[in-house]
């Protein structure tokens, strides 16, 4: 019995391991398939890359509406703020054609979940409810509301032939689960506040999942503690200062590139 308990220690450890690294390549396959859909998008649409932004429908969601499609300001998925709960706790949403653009490319929620993401949404008079999306696409790919919104002296990428070195431009990022709001994922670029806006997730021992418009996927692990706040299940301020954040940095030159080609 002892010897069985020594062993059961050894592997234990190792068996934990094993199952996060799973989970880990589960969320990389996750975005690796919404980066497909937004290239089977971009294709349809003459290479125009797909809504990207936030905002609350123009008419009220209703399930059951015979409204016609062209009634609701859609994006890629549907999302806004915070309290904006049907977008985070309605699996539905994300894969009908009337309310996500990707609805008609995807039919399965899963795949907008992190497995590690275990992040749930306090609705008022209901209670705490799972949330159904971990991911949000970089803000400087197909936004399409204000640009005013966005700093000037970057480039916002409408077209994927837009991009340099798509390489080097992320699409999609999982968000900290108390931070994500918006479809976007909305990064202060350098001459705005040292904040961040929306937080990476580091829910893979340290490490965020990010992929790219080349294709390729791959995590990173995040170096500055101010970058990795734990999980609360209480909203994230979108307004904390992080000033020198290797962190922040690494994600700006990923995020877009100046329109003056200067650094």
């Not at 290479?47 to 209703?62: C, D, K, L």
């Not at 699996?91 to 993401?117: M, N, R, T, V």
């Not at 350098?190 to 996927?217: I, K, R």
Request: hydrophobic residues 35%.
């Amino acid at each position: 019995m002892a010897v069985m308990g020594i062993l059961a220690g050894l592997l234990l450890p190792a068996l934990a391991k094993a199952k996060g690294q799973v989970r880990t390549a589960r969320c990389i396959n996750n975005q690796r398939q919404l980066l497909l859909a937004w290239s089977l998008y971009n294709g349809d649409n003459s290479e125009a890359a797909v809504a990207n932004g936030h905002g609350v429908p123009s008419s009220p969601i209703s399930l059951s509406s015979s409204a016609s499609e062209s009634a609701f300001r859609k994006f890629w998925v549907p999302g806004d703020d915070h309290f904006y709960y049907p977008a985070f706790t309605n699996a539905h949403l994300l894969i009908d054609p009337q309310y996500a653009l990707f609805g008609s490319y995807l039919s399965s929620a899963a795949i907008y979940k992190c497995p590690e993401d275990k992040g749930t949404v306090n609705v008022p008079n209901v209670g705490k409810i799972p949330h159904v999306r971990s991911y949000a696409m970089n803000e400087y790919v197909g936004w399409s509301l204000d640009p005013e919104e966005l700093n000037p002296d970057y480039r916002t990428f409408t077209k994927s032939s837009d991009m340099k070195a798509p390489t080097d431009v992320f699409v999609f990022q999982e968000v900290h689960p108390d931070n994500i709001c918006f479809p976007a994922f909305v990064v202060r670029m350098p001459g705005e506040p040292e904040q961040f806006y929306h937080y990476p997730a580091s829910l893979h021992n340290g490490q965020g999942v990010v992929t790219f418009a080349d294709g390729h996927g791959e995590t990173h692990r995040w170096v500055d503690s101010r970058t990795t706040p734990p999980v609360t299940g209480r909203i994230l301020a979108h307004w904390n200062d992080s000033p020198g954040n290797a962190d922040l940095a690494w994600i700006r030159e990923r995020t877009s590139y100046r329109i003056d080609g200067q650094p």
